[in-house]
C-alpha cells in the first residue's frame, strides 16, 4: 500500500508540512485536510491590510490552487472527529475513516471567548478567520462606531484598520496598559499615545461585563455599571490551542500538543506544528507555545523533516511583526525575564525607535518600530549570542555607522 | 511559455514559469522553491525572500529599492545585487531571468 501521510488543520502550519513532506521527497500520499474550505489563507492581514480594504481575497491564498496539484497534494475539506491509533486510522466528520502512516497536527488555535452575557448578540465578532473579517467589512460599511474588546495586537491592528475605513474606535482593555503581557511599558504608552493622535480613546482598567441591545448590540457594559454605546464589537482577548483531538487520542498535552525540538509528539506516528503545539525550547529552558507565523513554519520544517525520516531541528530564533497605521513593529526575540531597557530613540515623541531588552547584560528581545536594520541587528546578535555594548545600542539606528 | 530560474546554495536550478504581475517570492511559493518562505506575506518585514539578481539582469529588473535596503543592510549574506522578491513585481522582459538563493535567509 502506498504510504499516506495525513496533515490535520489547513493553515500556515498545515500547508508548510504539506510542501515540505515533498521537499523531503515523501514517497506516497499526501491528504491535507481542513474544516475551513479554502485554501490555505494568511492569517495576518485578517487585521491589517485586508480588513482595511488594501489587499484583494485572490492575494490572501500562502500558495495558488496549482501549487497543490503539481505537488500532487490533495486537499479534503472537513474536520478530523478522532484519531485511532491502534487502528491508525483517523474518522472525520462526515463519518469517512482515512487510514495514515503519519499524521501532522497542525490544528491551530480559535478565540478565547469572553463568555459575557449579550455575546450572542448580532453585531458582536470574533476576528480569526477570513469568513470573521468578511463578516467584520460587511458591518464596517455603515461607518458608525466600532468598539473593541482587548488592546492585544490584534486588537490594536483591528483598531487602526477600522480608523482607516473612518470608523469612530474604541479600545477596551481590561488591565492598566495595553500589550501589557508582551512589551515593556515605554512601549504601551508609545502605542497608546499614536492611536490617540490617530484618533482612538484606549481606556484602560476596563473590564466589560456585559452586552446590551435588542437582537443586535448597541451597548457594551462595564464593571461598574457604565455604559458605552456601539455598532459593532470585535473582541480580541487572545486564543486557545485546539487539542482536544490530541487529548482525546492519548497524546501528551500541555497547554499545547507537547513536541520536542523535531516536532514529535509523544506518538512516533505524529508530529504537530504551530499554534496547537507547545515546545521545549533549549534557548529558553522551558515550554512554549509560541502564536505566530515563522514558528508555525518553523516548526512544520521539522514536523515535514520527522514524517520522512530525516532531521531538522527547530532553532530559529522567535520573532514577530504587526502593523498599525505608519507603524511597522518588528519584534526580535522573546522579552521573558528581561531586567533592564535600553531604549535608542524617543518613544514619547516620534515614531521610530527600538527598545532592547537585556538579561544580564545579554540582549535577548528587541521590539524595532520603524527601525527594520535595528531587527536584523537583534536578530543576528541574539542568535549567536554576542555580547553587546549598551553605549552602542542606545545610538539611534548605528549599525552603519550613522546616527539619524 | 516564459520563465525565470531560481538556483539554490546547493546548485540545484529550479526553472519555473514567470506569471506577470506577481510577486518573484510569490512565483517562488507557488512553485515550492526550496530556500523562499516569504513569512511576512511580501510585506518586507521577514528577509526570507532574499535573493541575488545575476548581475547581467540588474539593468532589466533594477536594484533594491530603499525599503529593501532597510532589510539587507545589515545582512551577512548580502550581495551587491542582493533584492527581496517579494518587491520585485515579474514583468514579461523577465523571460529568462536567473537568480541565486543565498545558504541561509533571515
Ligand atoms: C487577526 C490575526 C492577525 C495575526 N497577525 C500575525 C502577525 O502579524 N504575525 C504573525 O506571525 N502571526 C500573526 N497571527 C498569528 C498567526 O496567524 C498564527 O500563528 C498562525 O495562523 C498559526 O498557524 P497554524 O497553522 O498553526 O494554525 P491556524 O492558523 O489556527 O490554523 C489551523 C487550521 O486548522 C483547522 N482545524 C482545526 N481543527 C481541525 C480538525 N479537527 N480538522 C480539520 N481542520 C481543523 C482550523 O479551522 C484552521 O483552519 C495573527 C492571527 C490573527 C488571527
Ligand atoms: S516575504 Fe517577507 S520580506 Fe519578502
Redo the contacts between chains.
Keep these: 500500500m502506498t504510504p499516506r501521510a495525513l496533515v490535520v488543520g489547513a493553515s500556515h502550519a498545515g500547508a508548510q508540512v504539506a510542501a515540505g513532506l515533498r521537499q523531503h521527497k515523501w514517497d506516497g500520499d499526501i491528504v491535507l485536510i481542513g474544516d475551513e474550505a479554502a485554501l490555505p489563507y494568511q492569517r495576518p492581514p485578517l487585521s491589517k491590510a485586508y480588513l482595511a480594504g488594501d489587499m484583494a481575497v485572490d492575494a490572501l491564498a500562502i500558495r495558488g490552487a496549482d501549487f497543490y496539484a503539481k505537488q500532487e497534494i490533495t486537499r479534503r475539506d472537513g474536520a478530523v472527529e478522532s484519531i485511532d491509533r491502534a487502528a491508525q486510522q483517523v474518522e472525520l466528520a462526515d463519518g469517512a475513516r482515512l487510514r495514515y502512516d503519519r499524521i501532522a497536527l497542525c490544528t491551530g488555535a480559535r478565540p478565547r471567548r469572553l463568555n459575557a452575557p449579550g455575546e450572542d448578540l448580532e453585531g458582536v465578532f470574533y476576528l480569526r478567520t477570513s469568513a470573521d473579517v468578511e463578516a467584520i467589512r460587511v458591518a464596517a460599511r455603515t461607518g458608525g462606531r466600532a468598539v473593541i474588546v482587548g488592546g492585544g495586537y490584534v486588537g490594536l491592528e483591528t483598531a487602526a484598520s477600522l480608523r482607516k475605513l473612518g470608523l469612530e474606535v474604541i479600545v477596551l482593555e481590561a488591565a492598566e496598559r495595553v500589550l501589557g503581557r508582551v512589551t515593556a511599558p515605554q512601549v504601551s504608552a508609545f502605542y497608546t499615545r499614536v492611536h490617540a493622535e490617530e484618533g482612538v480613546e484606549i481606556r484602560t482598567g476596563a473590564a466589560v461585563e456585559a452586552f446590551a441591545g435588542d437582537r443586535r448590540v448597541q451597548e457594551v457594559v462595564l464593571a461598574g455599571g457604565e455604559r458605552i454605546a456601539a455598532d459593532f464589537v470585535i473582541i480580541g482577548i487572545g486564543v486557545l490551542p485546539n487539542t482536544d483531538l490530541a487529548t482525546t487520542a492519548g497524546i501528551v498535552v500541555d497547554d499545547g500538543v507537547v513536541i520536542d525540538d523535531r516536532a514529535r509528539t509523544s506518538d512516533p506516528l505524529i508530529t504537530a506544528a504551530g499554534d496547537c503545539a507547545s515546545h521545549d525550547m533549549a534557548r529558553y529552558g522551558r515550554r512554549i507555545r509560541l502564536e505566530s507565523v515563522p514558528s508555525a513554519g518553523e516548526q512544520a520544517k521539522a514536523a515535514a523533516a520527522t514524517m520522512c525520516g530525516k532531521t531538522k531541528e527547530i532553532a530559529a530564533l522567535p520573532w514577530f511583526w504587526s502593523d498599525q497605521y505608519d507603524l511597522k513593529l518588528q519584534i526580535a526575540g522573546l522579552n521573558h525575564g528581561y531586567d533592564e531597557i535600553v531604549v535608542s530613540g524617543d518613544p514619547t515623541r516620534d515614531r521610530a525607535f527600538t527598545c532592547y531588552y537585556l538579561r544580564e547584560g545579554q540582549l535577548i528581545a528587541a521590539d524595532c518600530i520603524n527601525r527594520p536594520r535595528d531587527f536584523i541587528f537583534s536578530k543576528q546578535t541574539i542568535s549567536s549570542g554576542k555580547e553587546v555594548d549598551r553605549a552602542e545600542l542606545e545610538r539611534t539606528d548605528s549599525r552603519v555607522g550613522s546616527s539619524r | 511559455m516564459s520563465s525565470v530560474t531560481f538556483v539554490t546554495h546547493e546548485g540545484e536550478s529550479h526553472e519555473v514559469p514567470l506569471d506577470d504581475d506577481r510577486s518573484l517570492m510569490q512565483i517562488a ?4 522553491v ?1 530556500g523562499i ?1 516569504g ?3 511580501g ?6 525572500c532574499h535573493i541575488v539578481v545575476d548581475p547581467a539582469w540588474t539593468d532589466t529588473v533594477g536594484m533594491s529599492t530603499e525599503v529593501e535596503e ?2 539587507l ?4 549574506e548580502r550581495h551587491p545585487t542582493s533584492r527581496l522578491a517579494c518587491q520585485m513585481t515579474a514583468a514579461e522582459k523577465w523571460d529568462g531571468l536567473v537568480v541565486q538563493v543565498p545558504e541561509f535567509q ?1
Design positions: 511559493v507557488d512553485n515550492g526550496p518562505d513569512d511576512c506575506g510585506e518586507a518585514a521577514c528577509g526570507t532597510e532589510m543592510a545589515m545582512n551577512p533571515m
